[in-house]
């Protein structure tokens, strides 16, 4: 494979085999006594690998995709953000100033927001942002003397260069079973083939062209979003979300041959200020191509 030689986004990250295993890391690391996760968050970050380690609480966000209330986090104690949309860069300041070395962000849907001094800050990279089978890079201020083993990813590409031949949809069940084969594994670090792929990426004109199918879509779509976030200072989206008052809409997309990811259907059943049960489950876009926008 004769890749550009260029450099990571993150070449001083801590470079392991998945998002939910750089939380790992820093449960290992800095033991915590207990973690606060939203309940608005993806599962993965919950499963039973994690969830023996450390004791988990949960706390709501309000419509501003913001922390509900007063959270106390106690010392000894940690609490993890999701900067949702990537449009939640300026609260993560305050947190970090409110929360210190107790505060965890979670950049998985803002690959492109550079971490904070200090604060640990971890990424997710498989199929989400760029064509790799997994990893994710970490940032903590507390390292550990251990061997990871080595990841490899060359029996993991299937679905990636399966829907450069074809279509995504072909490989959509290659790609669901490739989901499942990450959950509850050991810590490892980052395959070299997922590392060349990311040393060979123009990020500048992905992160452009990413914004700029972000707001185009906006500019469709806003009048009928309820999501109502600040948009105005996004850093390379992962996609666009949007969140509408209408019947069966995610199958109609479908239909159309449009795949949209739904987000929070697991949280339909929680009480709190951002109640999801009101909603239809909220439809996302992904902004990556406008090709399938009418």
């Known amino acids: 494979m004769e890749l550009r030689k260029g450099i990571e986004y993150y070449p001083d990250a801590i ?5 939910r295993n750089c939380l790992k890391y820093i449960l290992l690391a800095q033991k915590p006594t207990k973690i606060y996760m939203p309940y608005y968050m993806d599962k993965s970050m919950t499963e039973d690998s994690l969830r023996e380690m450390v004791e ?3 706390y709501n966000i309000d419509e501003k995709f913001e922390i ?8 000894g104690e940690k609490v993890v953000y999701n900067n949702s949309y990537s449009s939640k860069n300026k609260y993560i300041e305050k947190l970090a100033k409110k929360y210190g070395d107790k505060l965890i962000v979670d950049n998985t849907h803002s690959f492109f927001s550079k971490p904070l001094p200090g604060i640990d800050t971890l990424y997710s990279l498989g199929s ?4 790799v089978p997994g990893g994710g890079y970490l940032f ?9 083993e080595q990841d490899y990813s060359h029996a993991k590409m299937g679905h990636i260069l399966g829907r ?13 079973e490739s989901k499942k084969r990450r959950n509850n594994q050991p810590i490892r670090h980052m395959s070299q083939i997922t590392r060349s792929i990311l040393a060979s990426i123009d990020y500048e004109t992905a992160k452009t062209v990413r ?11 806003g009048r009928w979003n309820e999501i109502k976030l600040d948009f105005s200072s996004l850093e ?39 109640n999801l049960r009101k909603w239809y489950p909220p439809t996302c876009s992904h902004c990556r191509s406008i090709s399938a926008i009418p």
């Open 211 to 221: 914004e700029r199918n972000f707001y185009y879509l906006h500019g469709f779509l």
């Open 128 to 131: 989400k942002y760029f064509g």
């Open 15 to 19: 470079k392991l085999n998945s998002a």
């Open 68 to 75: 509900a209330g007063d959270l106390v986090v106690k010392e």
């Open 56 to 58: 988990y609480g949960f």
């Open 164 to 176: 450069t031949d074809k279509t995504a949809s072909d490989f959509f069940g290659e790609f669901q």
């Open 236 to 274: 390379g989206p992962m996609f666009y979300p949007l969140l509408v008052k209408k019947d069966n809409l995610h199958q109609t997309l479908l239909s159309t041959r449009f795949m949209c990811p739904r987000f929070g259907r697991r949280c339909l059943t929680q009480v709190g200020p951002m």
């Open 140 to 148: 903590t201020t507390k390292t550990i003397d251990t061997e990871f």
